[in-house]
C-alpha cells in the first residue's frame, strides 16, 4: 500500500526514493514528485536571498555605524559570506540569478539595517552600494 502524500511527507519522499532506485517507475506519484523537485529549487532560491539580505544589512551597519562596529558584527558578515559562497557553489546554476537578487534583497536589507541602528530609511543609499562580489570578499576589521 502507498505512503499518502498529504498524510506523510517524509515516508512518502523515502517510498519515491525507493521506487526509482528500484526502477518501479509505474508506481511513481509523478504530480507530486514534480511538486517537490519544484519546490527544492525553490527553497535553494529563497536559503539564497535570506543569507543576502543578512550580508547587506550588516554591511550596511557596519558602513554606517562605525562607532557600533563590533566582533559579532564581525562574525556574522564571515559567515552570511561563506554562507553565500557554499550556496552558490551547490547551485551554480543561481549565480545568473545575482543581479537581480542583489537588487531583490536590498530593500529587506535597507529596511531591517534602520530597524536595527533605529536611523530613518532615507539615512540608507537607495540603490545597492554593493556589488556582489565586493559584499561576499568584504573583510570587515575593527578599528
Not at 553565500?84 to 545568473?96: E, F, I, Q, W
Request: charge should be negative; hydrophobic fraction near 40%.
Amino acid at each position: 500500500m502507498a505512503v499518502h502524500y498529504e498524510r506523510d511527507a517524509y515516508s512518502w519522499a523515502l517510498e519515491q526514493a525507493g521506487f526509482l532506485r528500484a526502477g518501479k517507475l509505474e508506481q511513481l506519484d509523478l504530480e507530486h514528485l514534480a511538486e517537490e523537485i519544484e519546490s527544492m529549487g525553490k527553497t535553494e532560491r529563497r536559503l539564497l536571498v535570506s543569507q543576502l539580505v543578512r550580508l547587506l544589512m550588516h554591511l550596511l551597519k557596519w558602513d554606517h555605524q562605525p562607532e557600533q562596529r563590533s566582533r559579532s558584527w564581525r562574525l556574522t558578515i564571515i559567515d552570511a559570506q561563506a554562507k553565500t559562497t557554499r550556496l552558490l557553489n551547490d547551485n551554480p546554476s543561481l549565480k545568473a540569478l545575482l543581479p537581480e537578487l542583489m537588487n531583490e534583497t536590498y530593500g529587506d536589507a535597507r529596511r531591517a539595517a534602520a530597524i536595527e541602528t533605529d536611523n530613518e530609511l532615507h539615512a540608507f543609499p537607495e540603490q545597492c552600494m554593493y556589488g556582489f562580489d565586493e559584499a561576499v570578499t568584504f573583510q570587515p576589521v575593527e578599528h
